[in-house]
């Protein structure tokens, strides 16, 4: 039994861990420019395909380099050339556009890799489990989430100690202050579009090395991140943190009880949440309406 | 009739004219089991015109006369087809009740739902409406037993309807079921049109021109976008009930976030601010998918690439740029 929750509980920090570099990069993206990216999950699975297309020639290392900067290259692509024209109107137009952008890229991706899963090969020494007892945690396990726990680690210390990194978060105050101060506003935002896809992409090639491949591979984790985003709070990047641990860590504990819950558990906290603190765990007053 | 209602006064069109549109899509609908089969059509097509027009017309109480952005409408046209769907399975083989069962299920969870989120504003709202709806759709996709899972519910029928000695036959492929979606549509469109010339309706327009102001005028503001949701999910699901009755069938996908974007897709190629916009604008995509899809299999590249077009070049859709050109 207590492996079977250890099970549970591993499995959940690795969901959680998904779930929070999903919903960080939209987060980022709905904080700054108002722009739900419906496309996320696409920019999730690029990253994984493109680790998948560099390892032979880069190994694994050099693809799980690579890739997420690649991703956040067509990001830069995609904003300048897209979502950029959409900032000034109605949120319908942001949410048709990424929409449209998400069937776009996932009918590419089956295009170019085909329809059917594809494997990430991994490094031997990663796929081994740590010890006999503990049989079902593979060294890939731990690596992903120390992976996450860096990669929020330093976006949070980016978004704190870099000049950059506060124009991001006064502009997602007061862009129009940020603006009149002097910042270029049109390239912060093009930057935030990209760091937003890098965590996308770096998602992508953690995600292909346990579940493998396939062009709907970031459907499953889109509506979990919003939901995160709102349990946590909208505005705040901390909230958002918590929100996708708090879910994940939910659905998978709910699955040691009651197997066809879980993903109904992540719903039921949702509206608990709308219910009895509609701004969400931490955030603040207003920054919804 | 119902044009006026919506128009500003600055904008709007000769009555002739007007009269003239009427005649023109009323014409146009009630002879389309004439031409649809000659133009290589199928009634049914023209079934899903009607089901889709209404559900989108629906969400456009909201979208365009309040300017509130819900993305979460499949919710409630799902709720409405499984609601008569499973009333029709399980309960009473009676038509009349099961569209009243579902439009009741998927109105009454819109009902509570919109209280929740009625203060949440622009893209939050409609994030809310996301995440809210896809609840129902992994409910139906889990529970098996009761819904049919994935591969939908079956085994139901749509009734013949009994007017005291008289029993209207719709069970079978003919047009007469058409005609009763028809009839079942128009009523609903009559009683939107009533809705937005009414002073309520013209509330709506307020708040959606200016929160703030209404706001200032002591408007229930928030009362208001409730009512508005509330009543555009009781439409939704109704076009929902009609889905369920003319495949016989209804299925998750009926539920999913795609449908919900594929009637804000309908209402803003048709155009947003119009009361005719979404019906066209649901014309346009039913053709033009029933088409693609039987051309290619990469019809979702199409779709959208459609999508992407429409925001980037065609924002005010084909009624609203119309009216531009006549107003202008």
Do not use: C, E, K
């Given at each position: 039994m207590t492996q079977v929750i250890l099970?549970?509980?591993?499995?959940?920090?690795?969901?959680?861990?998904?779930?929070?570099?999903?919903?960080?990069?939209?987060?980022?993206?709905?904080?700054?420019?108002?722009?739900?990216?419906?496309?996320?999950?696409?920019?999730?699975?690029?990253?994984?395909?493109?680790?998948f297309t560099l390892s032979p020639t880069l190994g694994y290392w050099g693809a799980l380099l690579v890739s997420p900067l690649l991703t956040a290259l067509i990001g830069v692509a995609v904003e300048r050339l897209m979502v950029r024209r959409i900032y000034n109107r109605d949120p319908v137009y942001s949410l048709l556009l990424t929409?449209?952008?998400?069937?776009?890229?996932?009918?590419?991706?089956?295009?170019?890799?085909?329809?059917?899963?594809?494997?990430?090969?991994?490094p031997a020494g990663l796929s081994q489990p740590i010890s006999s007892t503990l049989f079902f945690i593979t060294w890939y396990r731990i690596f992903m989430v120390s992976v996450v726990i860096v990669t929020v680690a330093g976006l949070f210390a980016f978004l704190r100690y870099t000049r950059v990194g506060l124009r991001i978060r006064a502009g997602t105050l007061d862009l129009e202050t940020v603006s009149t101060l002097g910042v270029n506003v049109r390239n912060l935002r093009t930057f935030n579009f990209a760091l937003g896809c890098l965590l996308a992409g770096l998602s992508g090639v953690l995600?292909?090395?346990?579940?493998?491949?396939?062009?709907?591979?970031?459907?499953?984790?889109?509506?979990?991140?919003?939901?995160?985003?709102?349990?946590?709070?909208?505005g705040s990047l901390i909230g958002t943190l918590f929100g996708g641990l708090l879910i994940g860590m939910a659905a998978a504990l709910t699955t040691v009880v009651y197997p066809s819950a879980s993903e109904a558990v992540i719903y039921a906290i949702l509206m608990a949440v709308l219910l009895i603190r509609p701004r969400g765990l931490i955030g603040e007053e207003g920054m919804m309406s | 009739m119902t044009t006026t209602a919506v128009l500003p006064a600055g904008a709007r069109l000769a009555v002739s004219h007007r009269v003239l549109v009427l005649v023109a899509i009323w014409g146009v609908l009630l002879t389309v089991p004439f031409w649809l089969p000659l133009l290589g059509g199928y009634t049914a097509l023209a079934g899903r015109v009607l089901v889709f027009g209404l559900a989108a017309m629906g969400l456009n109480l909201l979208l365009g006369f309040t300017g509130v952005l819900s993305f979460g409408h499949a919710a409630y046209f799902g709720l409405g087809a499984y609601g008569a769907g499973l009333t029709l399975r399980y309960l009473v083989h009676s038509t009349p009740l099961a569209m009243l069962a579902g439009t009741l299920l998927g109105g009454l969870a819109g009902t509570l739902f919109g209280m929740l989120i009625v203060r949440r504003r622009g893209v939050y709202f409609a994030m809310c409406t996301i995440a809210f709806g896809q609840l129902w759709y992994y409910l139906a996709y889990s529970w098996n037993d009761f819904t049919g899972g994935f591969d939908g519910l079956r085994d139901f029928q749509r009734q013949p309807i009994g007017f005291g000695p008289f029993t209207l036959d719709i069970t079978s492929e003919g047009p007469t079921f058409y005609y009763f979606m028809l009839a079942v549509f128009a009523v609903a469109v009559i009683l939107m049109g009533l809705l937005l010339r009414s002073p309520f309706g013209r509330t709506l327009l307020a708040i959606r021109e200016n929160e703030r102001r209404a706001r200032f005028l002591g408007i229930p503001v928030e009362m208001h976008i409730w009512l508005s949701f509330s009543i555009s999910c009781f439409f939704t699901a109704l076009a929902g009930t009609l889905y369920a009755l003319l495949n016989n069938f209804a299925d998750p996908l009926a539920l999913h976030y795609s449908l919900s974007g594929y009637f804000v897709v309908m209402t803003v190629i048709g155009g947003m601010r119009t009361f005719w916009g979404p019906l066209l604008g649901a014309a346009v995509f039913v053709v033009l998918q029933d088409y693609i899809s039987s051309m290619t299999v990469n019809w979702m590249s199409f779709v959208g690439a459609i999508f992407m077009f429409v925001v980037l070049f065609f924002p005010r859709g084909l009624l609203g740029t119309i009216r531009r050109r006549v107003t202008a």
């Open positions: 099970y549970n509980v591993t499995n959940g920090l690795i969901i959680g861990a998904f779930y929070v570099l999903m919903a960080l990069g939209l987060s980022l993206i709905l904080n700054l420019s108002n722009v739900i990216n419906f496309a996320h999950g696409n920019f999730l699975a690029l990253g994984g395909y493109l680790a929409f449209g952008l998400a069937f776009v890229m996932q009918d590419a991706a089956r295009y170019i890799w085909g329809p059917n899963g594809l494997p990430l090969g991994l995600a292909a090395g346990q579940i493998g491949l396939n062009p709907n591979m970031g459907d499953d984790l889109l509506m979990p991140s919003f939901i995160a985003i709102i349990v946590g709070g909208v | -």
